[in-house]
């Protein structure tokens, strides 16, 4: 049973930084693409960022482009998102996300429908 739990959210100024780690179970990495989405309230869900089942392909929103760095450890089995320079515009609910490379026939759409596996979510709020 694929598990998958956020943590790393909270409150900072604008332009301040924050790390958000996805801590997954159930699953291995190189069997996975695993994802970073948001949403703000009252609007649809969006793709932050993903990387492949290799590790070698990073994808990004080009709202977060520059700013936002994935990365992933295997050993710990942990999904990362750096995120700097935040904006106010960056407030939202952050969830983490997997599925079966297989199943992620467009894993550079970051579209939230083709991953099954979801996390509860974790809340940034960028304030300034």
């Known amino acids: 049973q694929v598990q998958l739990m956020e943590s790393g959210g909270g409150s900072v100024q604008s332009g301040g930084s924050l790390r958000l780690s996805c801590t997954a179970s159930g699953l291995t990495f190189d069997d996975y693409a695993v994802a970073w989405f948001r949403q703000a309230p009252g609007k649809e869900r969006e793709g932050v960022s993903a990387?492949?089942?290799?590790?070698?392909?990073?994808y990004y929103a080009d709202s977060v482009k520059d700013r936002f760095t994935i990365s992933r450890d295997k050993v710990t089995n942990t999904l990362y998102l750096q995120m700097n320079s935040l904006k106010p515009e960056d407030t939202a609910m952050y969830y983490c996300?997997?599925?079966?490379?297989?199943?992620?026939?467009?894993?550079?759409?970051?579209?939230?429908?083709?991953?099954?596996?979801w996390g509860r979510g974790t809340q940034v709020t960028v304030s300034g």
């Open positions: 990387i492949s089942w290799s590790g070698r392909s990073t």
């Open positions: 996300a997997a599925n079966l490379w297989t199943a992620v026939k467009h894993i550079h759409d970051l579209d939230p429908d083709e991953f099954a596996h």
